[in-house]
């Protein structure tokens, strides 16, 4: 399967920046020029990942000034780490899952930032669409740091999903989310089986053990088929 494409590997790793706390509010980004150059791409790629983020809220920017990190919105925190087929069983539904692909790859300088490794590290990769009662409700992409998780090829994905061998092998101790919305491009759209430019609600997660970044996901879910939703006592 293609890796994602250049442009939204900036998007990703600006907007986890921004999460993290590395750029806060108001925060100036690097030149097209410069993150061009550290990150390996076109300028063409970085300046239209500034431009859509730029139309998303997320960055503004001013001629001969620069661009600058936007007045954050509010966050929410409606969104858990159990893991999906947990998740569906409290529905009272069944779950399934169908592996797209695993194995490994190079990571590029985005991918490298985003797991803190250096750049052409080798990591794992591994991409399935969760099932709902046999309906698509989630595709999950998902990068591992091997030094954290040594034996992520050699897991059977027909017994376990990544996310629940994850927490039952290597404890969480820390758990990053940013919550974006996005269209269906054409592969989305396929693998969800909805409409190309289909709504969906997109969740960044990066996770933590031992001290180091395991995983690095990205998990999307068609717009018409989940919600997020929280109760709780203002403090």
Request: aromatic letters at 6%; glycine letters at 6%.
């Amino acid at each position: 399967m293609p890796a994602r494409p250049r442009y939204q590997q900036v998007k990703d790793l600006v907007r986890e920046r921004i999460a993290s706390g590395a750029l806060a509010e108001g925060d100036p980004l690097p030149s097209e020029e410069a993150l061009a150059a550290t990150l390996g791409f076109s300028r063409l790629t970085v300046h239209r990942a500034l431009r859509e983020l730029t139309s998303e809220g997320i960055v503004l920017r001013f001629r001969r000034r620069g661009t600058f990190v936007a007045p954050l919105a509010p966050q929410s925190s409606a969104v858990t780490v159990e893991p999906i087929e947990r998740q569906i069983a409290l529905r009272g539904h069944r779950h399934g899952a169908r592996l797209i692909e695993l194995g490994a790859l190079k990571a590029d300088a985005a991918l490298a930032a985003r797991l803190e490794l250096r750049t052409g590290t080798r990591v794992f990769r591994s991409r399935l669409v969760h099932l709902e009662d046999d309906v698509p409700i989630q595709l999950e992409e998902r990068h591992v740091n091997p030094r954290v998780v040594p034996d992520y090829l050699s897991i059977d994905f027909a017994t376990t999903t990544p996310a629940q061998y994850l927490q039952e092998h290597y404890p969480l101790r820390e758990v990053e989310h940013v919550i974006v919305a996005e269209t269906a491009d054409a592969e989305i759209a396929a693998l969800l089986d909805v409409p190309r430019g289909s709504a969906c609600l997109t969740v960044l997660r990066r996770t933590w053990s031992n001290g180091r970044v395991a995983t690095c996901a990205r998990l999307v879910h068609p717009g018409s088929r989940f919600r997020l939703f929280n109760r709780f006592r203002p403090g």
